[in-house]
């Protein structure tokens, strides 16, 4: 059920969703140009069935009507989906009469010509409404401003690029949870729904890194049209299989060595530390990954990672070396010396809800050309931000189910289900959780100088609370930095899990900033 829901925005024909009565002449077919927006056609009410009597337990789906003079269509839009299995509920249909307006409003629906016009459509309301959780902005399109929108480094004029805009973000690869992929780790979940919202979104930002390094930040994706042969293969990594560097399976599996079960629900910490230990076997696209520690980026540590070549070679105390790896220049593959950096900054913005405070510097992170947005959300739901609108993050939300992909006989994939191809919802930056990681990707070593200079300009300003330090050397007090190296391993799954967990620190939650 709760995967048959989260297809947000999908235009589906209602008929295959719901018993009699349904709404007439409801085609499959996509929807014509007018659009009415939010406009109320209906509510559906889904009913627990337990002990042989149902008992209305929420309502979370608003139905959106679209109009032309030949035809009426609905599309379904989850607003709030607390379900289980197939078997324990029941949908219903209840039309709303005289639907024309703004829709769902707060927690109820105000807008003039949308109250119930019949008893019974009362009665359905008054025993909704308190389920009732609207997230009105996921439903509406990109206001007319003048003020201008920042996405991943880049910015728009609304105005008069709003087409380039949504190309933009239409590009970026979207992970959502998929179902009937194998069983992970053999005898677990087929689908992540539910539960793997943040490796998801995980996914996304390291997706991100890897079209900035192999195509460049400029970029663009259209439908239907072929693709970079470097774009497939970055597609690839992230396939629903256990032999794909970071697919689910991959990251649900490293997470257990990170003291999270296979289905439990991940934070961003975990998932950046689970990022950082799949990076060292993927030698295709050899990603130095730092994650920071004590909300505290060490230039010294990046720099040395960065430049590090490991080898099998034992070095004497005469060679040029680093805790016993070689970081010279002359490194297989890296022809300037550097390896492409992505870091990674967990932060605490406050204790129980995000500090005003640091709000302008959040956004200012987003304008930074070396951006990968930010992974955060709100408690168990997790979102990719890729940029703002005054006082709103954009985020792509991975809480859509879509059917397992795998690669076609040609060897390519069918990428038309890893593109959000419509206007991006957006939430107050306020109404974010705490709890974030910030993304940056420096392909050059001059990529990461220059984001040092905006750090110290932007965020790290004079009389201000800092968001996080960056300190040129490492702390004397820290133990000594060992730049995280590829283990010698020839098993997989959980002994591979186990052989990993004495490798890497268990780090524990970062502290919550002084506020």
């Known amino acids: 059920m709760k995967e048959l829901l989260r297809r947000d925005l999908n235009h589906l024909n209602l008929s295959t969703l719901f018993p009699s009565p349904q709404p007439n002449r409801l085609p499959s077919s996509p929807p014509p140009p007018l659009l009415y927006h939010n406009s109320l056609l209906g509510v559906v009410v889904l009913r627990r069935l337990r002990t042989g ?166 970029w663009g994706w259209e439908k239907h049209q072929e693709q970079p042969e470097e774009y497939q293969r970055i597609l690839k990594c992230f396939l629903d299989r256990k032999d794909c560097c970071y697919s689910i399976h991959q990251m649900a599996q490293m997470g257990v060595g990170e003291g999270k079960s296979i289905g439990e629900w991940f934070g961003p910490n975990t998932v950046a530390q689970v990022l950082k230990k799949l990076a060292l076997f993927d030698e295709w696209n050899s990603l130095a990954v730092y994650v920071s520690m004590d909300n505290t980026v060490v230039i010294e540590d990046i720099k040395k990672m960065c430049h590090m070549c490991p080898s099998d070679l034992t070095h004497d105390s005469s060679s040029s070396s680093y805790n016993g790896l070689d970081w010279n220049t002359d490194c297989p593959g890296q022809t300037s010396g550097w390896k492409p ?45 890729i940029g703002f609108l005054g006082d709103e993050l954009i985020y792509l ?16 994939v069918n990428d038309q289900s890893f593109h959000c191809q419509q206007s991006p919802p957006r939430m107050k930056i306020l109404n974010l959780d705490p709890s974030v990681a910030l993304g940056f990707f420096c392909k050059e070593e001059e990529d990461f100088d220059n984001w040092c200079g905006l750090v110290q300009k932007e965020i790290l300003k004079p009389q201000s609370l800092q968001m996080f330090e960056l300190v040129e050397k490492h702390p004397a007090h820290w133990p000594p930095f060992i730049p995280p190296t590829k283990p010698e391993v020839t098993t997989t799954g959980a002994e591979f899990i186990e052989s990993t967990n004495n490798l890497f620190e268990l780090e524990e939650d970062f502290e919550i900033l002084s506020i």
Not at 397 to 412: A, K, L, M, S
């Open 53 to 218: 009597e149902p008992t209305l337990s929420i309502l979370c789906l608003r139905v959106l009507g679209y109009e032309s003079q030949s035809t009426s269509r609905c599309a379904v839009s989850v607003q709030s989906a607390e379900c289980t299995n197939d078997d324990s509920w029941r949908m219903e249909w209840r039309p709303w009469s005289g639907a024309r307006g703004d829709g769902w409003v707060g927690e109820r629906a105000q807008a003039s010509g949308d109250t119930p016009r019949s008893p019974g459509e009362k009665r359905v309301f008054s025993r909704c409404e308190k389920h009732v959780s609207v997230l009105s902005d996921s439903l509406e399109e990109l206001p007319e401003t003048d003020e201008p929108v920042w996405i991943l480094g880049k910015q728009y004029d609304l105005q008069a690029e709003k087409s380039k805009l949504l190309s933009d973000i239409s590009a970026r690869l979207w992970f959502t949870y998929r179902r009937k992929f194998s069983p992970i780790g053999g005898t677990g979940p087929s689908s992540d729904a539910g539960w793997g919202c943040m490796l998801r979104c995980g996914q996304m930002m390291l997706a991100q890194a890897l079209i900035c390094k192999h195509l460049g930040r400029d």
């Open 341 to 385: 950096l992505l870091l990674i900054v967990p932060l605490r913005l406050g204790i129980n809800q995000i500090n005003p405070i640091y709000a302008d510097a959040f956004k200012e992170c987003f304008k930074m050309p070396q951006s990968l947005g930010a992974l955060g959300g709100k408690p168990n739901s997790a979102y990719y931000f």
């Open 397 to 412: 939300d991975p809480h859509t189910t879509q059917t397992f992909v795998d690669t076609e006989e040609n060897g390519t």
